[in-house]
């Protein structure tokens, strides 16, 4: 399941779309109120005008349809983790998926977690499980993306390694890339 905080940056959100087109790396699942706070998020947040933020919504849609899941609310009275985010483990729950991808791990702590047997992994660490499982993959991905955008691949994974450091330094090590990271991190 991925949550709206990830579906938000762009650059990240990206790059787990593709991971999710052919060859096909993992089966993305959100609902409609995670692709509306997204919307949301890009419209109020990081001021996306309106239609481009709308358009997103609807190319996901129209290009994941397979992701989308059925909301679950009945299931949101009797879960523990933050109230803001029990439509996502309600969503996962009914999605039968193991695991949610998100920034904000905080709101889903391994308690409140454990007796759906689901777990919050940050999304530098879910890219690092699809690069050690299928790293041409990956790498090929990035080159793609970096061509889109008229980068290099190593200047791209630099962009991306402000919001999954971890990832970006194992995929750096792993092709023998230097990252050009700000203020030495």
Same mark, same amino acid.
């Given at each position: 399941?991925?949550?709206?905080?990830?579906?938000?940056?762009? &650059?990240?959100?990206?790059?787990?779309?593709?991971?999710?087109?052919?060859?096909?790396?993992?089966?993305?699942?959100?609902?409609?109120?995670?692709?509306?706070?997204?919307?949301?998020?890009?419209?109020?947040?990081?001021?996306?005008?309106?239609?481009?933020?709308?358009?997103?919504?609807?190319?996901?849609?129209?290009?994941?349809?397979?992701?989308?899941?059925?909301?679950?609310?009945?299931?949101?009275?009797?879960?523990?983790?933050?109230?803001?985010?029990?439509?996502?483990?309600?969503?996962?729950?009914?999605? &039968?998926?193991?695991?949610?991808?998100?920034?904000?791990?905080?709101?889903?702590?391994?308690?409140?977690?454990?007796?759906?047997? !689901?777990?919050?992994?940050?999304?530098?660490?879910?890219?690092?499980?699809?690069?050690? !499982?299928?790293?041409?993959?990956?790498?090929?991905?990035?080159?793609?993306?970096?061509?889109?955008?008229?980068?290099?691949?190593?200047?791209?994974?630099?962009?991306?390694?402000?919001?999954?450091?971890?990832?970006?330094?194992?995929?750096?090590?792993?092709? &023998?890339?230097?990252?050009?990271?700000?203020? &030495?991190?």
């Amino acid at each position: 399941m991925l949550d709206a905080c990830v579906l938000a940056n762009h &650059g990240v959100c990206d790059l787990f779309l593709r991971l999710a087109e052919r060859p096909r790396l993992y089966s993305p699942k959100w609902s409609r109120r995670i692709l509306r706070e997204t919307t949301r998020t890009h419209k109020e947040r990081l001021n996306w005008p309106d239609d481009l933020a709308d358009h997103w919504q609807s190319e996901v849609e129209k290009h994941f349809p397979e992701a989308l899941v059925d909301e679950a609310d009945c299931l949101e009275p009797i879960l523990v983790n933050d109230h803001k985010d029990r439509h996502v483990l309600a969503t996962t729950i009914r999605a &039968g998926a193991a695991t949610i991808v998100t920034f904000n791990l905080r709101d889903f702590t391994p308690q409140s977690l454990a007796p759906w047997d !689901i777990h919050a992994v940050h999304p530098a660490d879910y890219l690092i499980t699809l690069h050690t !499982i299928s790293p041409d993959v990956v790498v090929a991905k990035l080159g793609d993306m970096a061509r889109d955008r008229n980068l290099s691949a190593e200047a791209y994974l630099s962009r991306l390694a402000k919001s999954v450091p971890a990832f970006a330094s194992q995929v750096a090590q792993a092709v &023998g890339w230097s990252l050009d990271l700000p203020n &030495g991190q």
